[in-house]
Structure formats: structure tokens, C-alpha cells
């Protein structure tokens, strides 16, 4: 069987390939600054660095507190029109992936799929 090896990168461009994007970043939950970002339109992909870094580390305190002993592998916000992802980093965990998706048109599972794709392509 041959396989070929993608090269490691900081480019979250593969983000685009998703079915429904509308914009994708990373973000260092702990200074909330974004890292690399694709799309956004309208969406103000720095805001959504900002602010999904707080609902991140809330998450992971409220998880903390109830002694759950695990960590977050994905967080899904579910709005009218639009799906959020956010996936923190499996080797560290500080960094998290966020996209945005078109609700009519995404397909979840496979963007799920996608994003762990994505993120083994990495180098942080």
C-alpha cells in the first residue's frame, strides 16, 4: 500500500475543504490570541479567538470541579444557522481549533473527521 506523508504545517488552510466553512482559527487559549486563520467573512475571527478561549478554559474548570479526571475532545455549539467546532489540541492542549459551518450544508461527522485530519497535519 502507498502512502504519502503531508508535510507538517501551521496552516489551518485544509479548514476550507469542509463541507459548509464559513472561517476556521487557531487559537493559544492561554493568551487568546489567534495563531493562523482562513475565511470569516462577516465573522470576526479575532473576537471568536478572544472569547472562545474563556469558554474553553470555563469548560475545562467546570470539568475540573465535578473530578470528571478527562479532557474536552471537542466542544459543539449548535446555533439557527450556523454549527461551531472547537477541538483543543490532543499533544497540547492549550492550543485549540475553532470552525465555523454553514448548518444547512455541513455534514458533522465529517467534519469532525476532517478536523483531527487537520490537526495530525499541525506543527505548533
Partial sequence: MNMTMRPTTTSIADATAIKGFIGACLVDSDTGLMLASEGGG???????AA???DFVKAKQHAIDQL???QEIEDILITL????HLIRPLERQ????????????TCNLGMARIQLKTLE???EI
Fill in 80 to 83: 439557527d444557522k450556523q454549527v
Fill in 51 to 53: 472569547l472562545n478561549t
Fill in 42 to 48: 462577516r465573522l470576526d475571527l479575532n473576537l471568536v
Fill in 93 to 104: 492542549r492549550s492550543i485549540f481549533i475553532y470552525v465555523a459551518l454553514d448548518r444547512a
Fill in 67 to 69: 473530578g470528571l479526571n
Fill in 120 to 122: 495530525a497535519a499541525l
